[in-house]
């Protein structure tokens, strides 16, 4: 079992920053408001996430770190109708094969909170103590125990660097959601859980990105989108700017890239790629999400629909906005 899930969470965890995605990700499920995210050497040695959420009682714990286990799905339908970040039940038993892990949490129901101690996937302790109402999650020495994997590592400011790129997607995806990161006891970046989607752009981009920028929003069955495109002036090198978010979840979709960049065609412009900042709210039914335990590749059930209105609703929005010049 134990190499098992050693094995295991070299597909869910990669680095640092899979560890906080998949912590985050489960806050963010647990109902959190408000989420603070604090490594230290890059991650590899020190990861602390604190939430408000729900938290998790003392009988539950030990489950939760069992593979396959997750108290979000309950039967096949749910599967397909999959609206949660996670649904896999291979974080937290990944997390702790390949770290050491300790646990606070506690329930609002709950007259004490609970402290866990995880490592390597062996238990270590379970007991009361004194705690607030949500879930903190320290992991430390990431791969201690399994040094090849730890040598594929970057270096801690590398790590550091997607941790980052990581947090600025996530405030992106969750405007409405307090996200507090903080490197090496400095603070990176803090939103406040109550700004609307052009101010994390602003703080994330700065002026150049931000005084740029049209508003795009279009709804047809199964598919809404709302956010913010850049103009072509603004296009870019590379995707990197490329930001869009699918039910909350920051998830490639080569058909919904495709339909994006598709759209600027035409329009003169200095790079190819352009800046966009998209949330799309898709039907579950017609996704299917269960393509790879990192979960990162999409593909839907009427792919051909899906393209159309993407690239339609982008292209309207760049027309109006050369409609609007012309006027002027
Ligand atoms: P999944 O998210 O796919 O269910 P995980 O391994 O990530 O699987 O988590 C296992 C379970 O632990 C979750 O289903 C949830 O019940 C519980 N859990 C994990 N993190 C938190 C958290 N921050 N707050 C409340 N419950 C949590
Ligand atoms: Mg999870």
Do not use: W
């Not at 799905?73 to 109708?81: A, T, W």
């Amino acid at each position: 079992q134990e190499t098992i899930n050693k094995i295991a969470a070299g597909e869910v965890i990669e680095r640092p920053s899979s560890v906080v995605k998949e912590l985050v990700e489960n806050a963010i499920d647990a109902g959190a408001t408000a989420v603070t995210i604090e490594i230290k050497d890059g991650g590899i040695s020190f990861i602390r996430i604190t939430d408000n959420g729900s938290g998790i009682s003392k009988d539950d714990i030990p489950m939760a770190f069992l593979r396959h286990s997750t108290s979000k799905i309950k039967s096949i339908e749910d599967l397909m109708n999959v609206s949660s970040l996670g649904f896999r039940g291979e974080a937290l038993s990944s997390i702790a094969a390949v770290s050491q892990v300790e646990l606070i949490t506690k329930t609002a129901d709950d007259f004490t909170g609970s402290r866990y101690v995880i490592e390597g996937g062996n238990e270590i302790s379970l007991e009361e103590v004194g705690a607030p109402d949500g879930t903190t999650f320290i992991v430390r020495n990431l791969f201690y125990n399994t040094p090849v994997r730890r040598k594929f590592l970057k270096t801690a400011a590398t790590e550091a660097g997607y941790v980052n790129a990581l947090i600025e997607h996530l405030s992106l995806s969750h405007p409405d959601i307090s996200f507090r990161f903080i490197n090496n006891n400095q603070n990176k970046l803090h939103t406040s859980g109550n700004m609307n989607l052009k101010d994390i752009i602003y703080g994330v981009y700065g002026r150049d990105i931000t005084s740029n920028l049209m508003e795009i929003s279009g709804k047809t069955q199964d598919v809404e989108i709302t956010g913010f495109i850049g103009k072509p002036v603004i296009c870019r090198g590379n995707r990197g700017y490329e930001n869009y978010y699918i039910n909350g979840r920051y998830i490639k979709s080569s058909i919904i890239t495709k339909a994006i960049e598709e759209a600027y065609k035409g329009y003169i412009m200095p790079h190819n790629y352009p800046f966009t900042a998209i949330h799309f709210k898709i039907n579950p039914s017609i996704m299917d999400v269960n393509v790879h335990p990192t979960k990162m590749e999409l593909r839907f059930s009427k792919n051909e629909f899906v393209y159309r209105f993407v690239l339609e609703t982008v292209k309207e929005c760049l027309a109006n906005r050369e409609l609007a010049a012309r006027v002027k």
